[in-house]
């Protein structure tokens, strides 16, 4: 059975670059067939998609966050990981990965603030 967990600093300043990694367990990321995405949920506000990566290593960004946003992989640690540069409060949120759109990690809160 496939596990995602997510990980990564719950607290990030302004201007700062935020890293998040979702480690998996149970399967490999290199699967054909499946990408892996991450997820954010803003406070009161709904899921917002930002990009994710394919099995290939290809990589897909929502076009509002493409400028700031960075999914990698590492497949000998079987981990993806999120980078998202200048961070403003507006991006608190919790922040999801996962496996095409059936398998969630439990996600983990990032707030902005000095």
């Known amino acids: 059975q496939v596990q995602l967990q997510e990980s990564g600093p719950g607290l990030v300043q302004p201007s700062q670059t935020l890293s998040l990694t979702c480690t998996v367990s149970g399967g490999s990321i290199t699967t054909n067939y499946y990408a892996w995405s991450w997820i954010r949920q803003p406070p009161g506000k709904g899921l917002e998609w930002m990009g994710g990566?394919?099995?290939?290593?290809?990589?897909y960004y929502s076009p509002s966050l493409k400028s700031r946003t960075s999914i990698s992989r590492d497949t000998s640690k079987n981990h993806v990981t999120l980078q998202l540069t200048s961070v403003t409060p507006e991006d608190t949120a919790v922040y999801y990965c996962?496996?095409?759109?059936?398998?969630w990690g439990q996600g983990t809160q990032v707030t902005v603030s000095s």
């Open positions: 996962a496996r095409g759109t059936g398998v």
């Open positions: 990566i394919d099995s290939s290593g290809s990589t």
